[in-house]
């Protein structure tokens, strides 16, 4: 069974850092995108950084602050959040474009809550 394990939430006050880490596990014959995704209370989810074979791409609002990186064996992503703001609170979402034996497709972790203070 494959899943996504996040990691790395809390409770930080503005201008502080944090690291998001989630982890890929399961059959999985190859790992392709992987991103970062949050949810603001009320809201859509939205973008907020992928990394693949192209490169990374962030969204405006987290350029120069946030980081996405990928680990050998390629199956962990980190978000390393620097210079923290309250209206980067929310549910962080792991996914990841995975290749199984069966097909390929995009899997969804379960959140971990990000909490800036002001």
């Known amino acids: 069974q494959v899943q996504l394990v996040e990691s790395g939430g809390g409770l930080m006050q503005a201008g502080g850092s944090l690291r998001l880490s989630c982890v890929a596990s399961g059959s999985i014959s190859r790992i392709n995108v992987m991103g970062w995704y949050r949810q603001a209370p009320g809201k859509q989810r939205e973008l907020v950084a992928t990394i693949g074979s192209g490169g990374s791409e962030y969204a405006d609002s987290v350029k120069g602050r946030f980081t996405i990186s990928r680990t050998r064996p390629w199956n962990t992503v980190y978000l390393q959040m620097n210079s923290l703001k309250p209206e980067d609170t929310g549910v962080y979402y792991c996914?990841?474009?995975?290749?199984?034996?069966?097909?390929?497709?995009?899997?969804w972790g379960r959140g971990t809550q990000v909490t800036v203070s002001s």
């Open positions: 996914n990841a474009v995975l290749s199984t034996a069966l097909n390929d497709r995009l899997y």
